[in-house]
T-cell receptor
Framework: GAVVSQHPSRVICKSGTSVKIECRSLDFQATTMFWYRQFPKQSLMLMATSNEGSKATYEQGVEKDKFLINHASLTLSTLTVTSAHPEDSSFYIC????????????FGSGTRLTVV | QQQVKQSPQSLIVQKGGISIINCAYENTAFDYFPWYQQFPGKGPALLIAIRPDVSEKKEGRFTISFNKSAKQFSLHIMDSQPGDSATYFCAASRNSGNTPLVFGKGTRLSVIA
């Protein structure tokens, strides 16, 4: 079945630094990538949607200059948290859909970001 | 605006019992209704999904019941096991390649022996 590899699984960074999270679709072409954020004991909240080769569409309240999304190829999308602050500490999850997905959404395993 | 309402927030079930989680949606354009299981520190994993042209779908111990007129769908876990203890999310989306899933708030299921 479809697999999305997300790395790193855990990362700790200092306040003010940037962190990059990668999601790779291993056996299909991800034409659309969704990025979610999940706080403890809460649901997944959509941050942005990106289509390969296009600029990402951000949800209301999500700072596009802080959460940089790149989807330059059909197999790789990245989320960069810039100038991270402790309040950015969260669980970040990507989800990919292919052109022939027929409703399927494939999720990455998530990245636990801790900003100290 | 919460487009998918999920209940209960938490659920405790005896081993061997039936776990039932309910969801209601508002957007009649939704036509894909999956259920996800999530363990701590892991991404959500698809359990089972249904489209509105059927009223029920069963896969092993997991069954989705779908009521289009009431805009409700539910997950039934038969013969619940301690290994089923996890957080379950219902979700919904429209049939479009770049349409994201909208998630319910989740149900924390604990199956006790």
């Amino acid at each position: 079945g479809a697999v999305v590899s997300q790395h790193p699984s855990r990362v700790i960074c200092k306040s003010g630094t940037s962190v990059k999270i990668e999601c790779r679709s291993l056996d299909f072409q991800a034409t659309t990538m969704f990025w979610y954020r999940q706080f403890p004991k809460q649901s997944l909240m959509l941050m942005a949607t990106s289509n390969e080769g296009s600029k990402a569409t951000y949800e209301q309240g999500v700072e596009k200059d802080k959460f940089l999304i790149n989807h330059a190829s059909l197999t790789l999308s990245t989320l960069t948290v810039t100038s991270a602050h402790p309040e950015d500490s969260s669980f970040y999850i990507c989800s990919a859909r292919g052109q022939l997905a027929n409703y399927g959404y494939t999720f990455g395993s998530g990245t636990r970001l801790t900003v100290v | 605006q919460q487009q998918v309402k999920q209940s209960p927030q938490s659920l405790i079930v005896q081993k061997g019992g039936i776990s039932i989680i309910n969801c209601a949606y508002e957007n009649t354009a939704f036509d894909y209704f999956p259920w996800y299981q999530q363990f701590p520190g892991k991404g959500p994993a698809l359990l089972i999904a249904i489209r509105p042209d059927v009223s029920e779908k069963k896969e092993g111990r997991f069954t989705i019941s779908f009521n289009k007129s009431a805009k409700q769908f539910s997950l039934h876990i038969m013969d619940s096991q301690p290994g089923d203890s996890a957080t379950y999310f219902c979700a919904a989306s429209r049939n479009s390649g770049n349409t994201p899933l909208v998630f319910g708030k989740g149900t924390r299921l604990s199956v006790i022996a």
